[in-house]
């Protein structure tokens, strides 16, 4: 039983990677559509988790709308039009590769929880494959830009950064489903569960990245150079 589910995960995850692949690199309209189409299932996901935790309705849909729309939808077109297409692919690489160690390590050693209450699977082992994980795509890069992806200091702070923001993801999902008493949260992707059991991390790494790059101060006031550039280019 456990083979066939791992069978089914790494099948689910090569699949998505190829589309991933197509959505980024054949055309930026394709990549915004399929952002805000991930957006809106997360977004009628979570509702499916806040409903079962709270019962304000309408805070749940307000607070979904303004995050996965406002922050994530928004700071992945950000990220993608103003750093390009190749650096939002190398964020999405350190993420899962992070996913990846944590894993694999986590299931090979065991091990100590790393917090019980909130993700009884996860351990400090996997947390720590998890960063080590997240430095191959730095690895991979620097085979084909060691100016941009040079290894130095900066860039593996960069790498560990990103995996610590996707573990948190993570956690965080993983928090609200155990309050909600659900354990996926939906069934759309075999081996996985639903889109934010997948995206539990990035939802978090990509806002965080984008910001951190352009600054709090720059954040909405970005958008009114982007939105003529979209114009214009169309």
């Not at 922050?71 to 899962?96: E, K, Q």
């Not at 960063?131 to 290894?151: C, D, K």
Request: proline share 2%; with cysteine.
């Amino acid at each position: 039983m456990i083979k066939k589910e791992l069978k089914k995960r790494i099948n689910t995850s090569a699949f998505l990677f190829i589309i991933t692949l197509c959505c980024i690199f054949i055309n930026k309209f394709i990549f915004i559509i399929s952002v805000f189409f991930i957006s809106y299932l997360s977004y009628k996901e979570s509702l499916l988790i806040l409903h079962k935790i709270s019962k304000k309705k309408f805070f749940n849909i307000c607070v979904s709308i303004f995050y996965f729309f406002i922050i994530f939808a928004a700071s992945s077109v950000g990220l993608y039009l103003i750093y390009g297409s190749v650096f939002f692919m190398y964020i999405l690489l350190i993420c899962m590769s992070s996913d990846i160690g944590g894993f694999f390590i986590g299931k090979a050693v065991g091990g100590k929880k790393l917090i019980k209450k909130i993700s009884p699977n996860k351990t400090i082992a996997g947390s720590v494959g998890s960063f080590f994980f997240s430095i191959i795509p730095l690895l991979i890069f620097y085979f084909f830009n060691q100016n941009e992806y040079s290894l130095n200091i900066t860039n593996l702070i960069f790498c560990l950064e990103v995996s610590l923001i996707c573990q948190l993801g993570d956690l965080i999902i993983s928090f609200f489903k155990r309050k909600a008493k659900i354990k996926d949260t939906g069934k759309i992707l075999p081996g996985h569960g639903g889109i934010l059991d997948r995206i539990d991390g990035i939802i978090l790494v990509i806002p965080f990245i984008f910001i951190s790059l352009i600054g709090i101060s720059n954040y909405f006031d970005i958008w009114s150079n982007l939105i003529p550039y979209l114009m214009l280019s169309s």
